[in-house]
């Protein structure tokens, strides 16, 4: 079974800086896309970054130029450099892993963007 933990939330000032941490149990990055989702009370959950096996990577539009997600096969772990937080990213981020219709999910972790 694969498990997959987040660390590195917290709270933060706005205008500040956060790096996620998601450390898969196995080997699961040579051939599964990474993407980072958060989700606030009574909202879907939101794709907010992804990298694939080839190191592509996408953003939603409300953190683009912000965040940045990047992925060490080495250590099996995926990270989500978070600048400039604002107010609206607070938020649970949770860590996920696809490859066809294998999908795996963390516990999350939660984000607090407050003065």
């Known amino acids: 079974q694969v498990q997959l933990v987040e660390s590195g939330g917290g709270l933060v000032q706005p205008g500040g800086s956060l790096r996620l941490s998601c450390a898969a149990s196995r080997s699961i990055f040579s051939g599964y896309t990474m993407n980072w989702y958060r989700q606030t009370p009574g909202k879907q959950r939101e794709l907010v970054a992804t990298?694939?096996?080839?190191?592509?990577?996408d953003y939603a539009k409300s953190v683009k130029g912000r965040f940045t997600i990047s992925r060490d096969n080495a250590k099996n772990t995926v990270y989500l450099e978070m600048n400039s937080l604002k107010p609206e990213d607070t938020a649970v981020y949770y860590c996920?892993?696809?490859?066809?219709?294998?999908?795996?999910w963390g516990q999350g972790t939660q984000v607090t963007v407050s003065s």
């Open positions: 996920n892993a696809q490859l066809l219709v294998k999908v795996y």
């Open positions: 990298i694939t096996s080839g190191d592509s990577t």
